[in-house]
């Protein structure tokens, strides 16, 4: 039980930092007017045909920072409960992240699509 909860704790603390440090990249990068080079962003942008024009890049840092941020937190307090070789935590670890960066993201860009579609 008190593996459980000091994942929790790790899950909390990585979180909060992850999002922090993940937070102040894309700002960084939106005042030095490099919008372009945000792959989350440009990824919405080609998969669902969001007009660019429409879209507020300010309002999307927070929902993509919280997105990553959750996921990585989740899969590395996941992987770390696993008691495998690091090998295997590693393989599990890698299809937990490719399955929770597609899904989130085809939820997130989902909701952009209603949102702020093409007309």
Not at 13 to 25: A, G, H, R, S
Not at 51 to 72: M, V
């Amino acid at each position: 039980m008190d593996k459980i909860m000091a994942s929790f704790l790790w899950f909390g603390i990585f979180f909060l930092l992850v999002f922090v440090v993940y937070f102040f990249l894309l700002r960084f990068k939106m005042k030095k007017n490099k919008v372009n080079r945000i792959g989350e962003i440009s990824y919405l942008i080609q998969k669902f045909r969001l007009d660019s024009k429409k879209l507020n890049y300010w309002k999307l840092l927070i929902p993509i920072s919280l997105i990553n941020s959750f996921i990585i937190s989740f899969v590395a307090s996941f992987v770390m409960l696993i008691p495998l070789n690091m090998i295997w935590q590693f393989v599990i670890g890698f299809a937990m992240l490719l399955a929770l960066i597609y899904s989130f993201y085809e939820i997130y860009g989902r909701h952009l699509a209603k949102k702020y579609k093409k007309d």
